[in-house]
């Protein structure tokens, strides 16, 4: 794909997750990025903002999954691939507060790589990856970071 066409197709996924998902509207939720191998998404602090006026740790949180679970959608897509995409399991880290707007990248993990999940999807009619998030701190660490592996089943699949 093209890089207009990447950012279409991302654009697309913002406008899938805003209107599926209620939270991500609230959280003002947009685009960032998206390459074909890394995807970006943003928050402004307003409305995630708590009690100390940092970013809420669940909106970090969840800003985090949902650009991970987003990577993986984006890929499928990209293959024409009819999936029901979820979370199967995630660690996250809070490593110091975020005091303005902020985003999440995510990645597959290292471990990982696409073409072994496509394969097995195929042989199984669903698949696992590993995907890495990070919200970038001021300081060029991570503030929060999220792995987490994400779980693509088929829809109408009989594999089991």
């Not at 990982?112 to 919200?135: K, M, N, P, Y």
């Amino acid at each position: 794909m093209t890089k207009p066409d990447l950012h279409a197709a991302a654009q697309n996924l913002v406008t899938f997750i805003h209107e599926g998902i209620p939270l991500a509207r609230t959280m003002g939720l947009t685009l960032g990025r998206y390459d074909g191998a890394r995807l970006v998404l943003r928050c402004p602090l307003a409305p995630n903002v708590n009690d100390k006026g940092c970013a809420f740790g669940g909106s970090l949180t969840s800003l985090m999954t949902l650009t991970g679970w987003g990577l993986v959608e984006l890929a499928l897509r990209q293959r024409a691939e009819d999936c029901e995409v979820y979370v199967g399991e995630s660690t996250v880290r809070y490593l110091s507060p975020v005091w303005g707007d902020f985003e999440a990248q995510a990645q597959h993990a290292d471990a990982d790589d696409w073409e072994a999940f496509f394969a097995t999807l195929s042989t199984r009619g669903r698949a696992r990856i590993s995907v890495t998030c990070q919200v970038p701190g001021d300081d060029g660490n991570p503030a929060a970071t999220l792995e987490a592996k994400f779980v693509a089943k088929r829809r109408n699949s009989a594999a089991e």
